[in-house]
């Protein structure tokens, strides 16, 4: 008689994880064929190029990054596919101009949430000092499946995910740990000149530099000791601290969220039109409530 050892199992977090990836490929083969250039971010991004096992590092949503330009292009992509629209009314009333993403979900026996970004980093202040191209010009192809899609290069994958992390007030050790096991992986061979040039023109000195300061001693041991000085000497403003103070509790405090936006975003006549867009929404609040 012939004994069968038993078949190991499968962690509902590879199954989920398995099944992400999988829609990854649906997604990154429909916006091909519809000619819309798209990038994947933060845990899709490191799963396709870091983390080996598909229970490593759990997922919990799609993160793409597309041009402005492309908005209609692909809502049109994903709403073929069967997602609906999903988010605050408040956010999508001031995507894209405003507010960096807009949300979707896909599937419904297995939903997944879909954030389209148009830009990489939420606070507002950096939609100003972040150039429109930013992390395009250096995106590189990278297999899914039978398809292709497009990631961060290495330096612009650490910057979005140290920012990424900062900027949420380090709420989830699993973030800090995708940008110290990115440096353990990759720090060695990173173009750190390059790095540090954007970090200094898009004005994100702060949230990198804090990110950098609270990883495990195996994440700091990489960071070469001339670009952390580079860091500590980076010239921040006030508007730069108080918008990395504010960013992680925009949600419960929403009035310092506004005033922040207007105080610390460079360009009166953006931030003119903010306030134009947060009055023009107020006023048709007003006129529902009455009906």
């Known amino acids: 008689m012939t004994s069968h050892s038993p078949m190991p199992a499968v962690s509902k977090l590879a199954v989920r994880n398995l099944r992400m990836m999988h829609l990854l490929e649906r997604l990154a083969i429909a916006f091909e064929e519809a000619r819309v250039p798209v990038i994947a971010l933060k845990g899709a991004a490191l799963n396709l190029t870091l983390y080996e096992r598909a229970d490593d590092r759990p997922m ?116 800090l740990e995708d940008v110290g096991r990115w440096l353990v992986a990759r720090g060695r061979s990173l173009h750190w000149a390059a790095f540090l040039k954007r970090v200094e023109a898009w004005c994100l000195a702060l949230p990198v530099r804090e990110a950098f300061a609270r990883l495990a001693p195996e994440g700091r041991a990489i960071v070469p000791a001339w670009v952390a000085d580079t860091l500590g000497i980076a010239p921040t403003s006030w508007r730069d601290r108080r918008t990395l103070a504010q960013a992680p509790h925009d949600a419960e405090r929403p009035i310092l969220h506004v005033l922040t936006n207007v105080l610390c975003t460079p360009d009166l006549r953006f931030v003119l039109s903010y306030v134009y867009a947060l009055g023009s929404r107020g006023r048709r609040r007003n006129q529902t409530d009455r009906y």
Not at 111 to 136: E, G, I, S
Request: charged residues 20%; contains cysteine; aromatic residues 8%.
């Open 60 to 175: 919990d949503d799609l993160d793409l990054l597309i041009r402005p330009s492309t908005i209609h292009a692909a809502t049109r992509v994903l709403e073929k596919l069967g997602a609906v629209a999903g988010g605050s009314e408040e956010r999508n009333s001031l995507f894209p101009r405003f507010h960096y993403e807009t949300q979707y979900v896909l599937g419904s026996l297995h939903p997944v949430k879909v954030d389209l970004h148009v830009r990489p980093f939420r606070p507002m202040r950096y939609a100003r000092t972040v150039p429109q191209d930013a992390l395009w010009d250096r995106a590189v192809s990278c297999r899914v499946g039978h398809s292709s899609i497009l990631i961060p290069s290495a330096e612009d994958l650490l910057l979005q995910v140290a920012v990424h992390v900062a900027v949420h007030g380090f709420s989830r050790p699993m973030w």
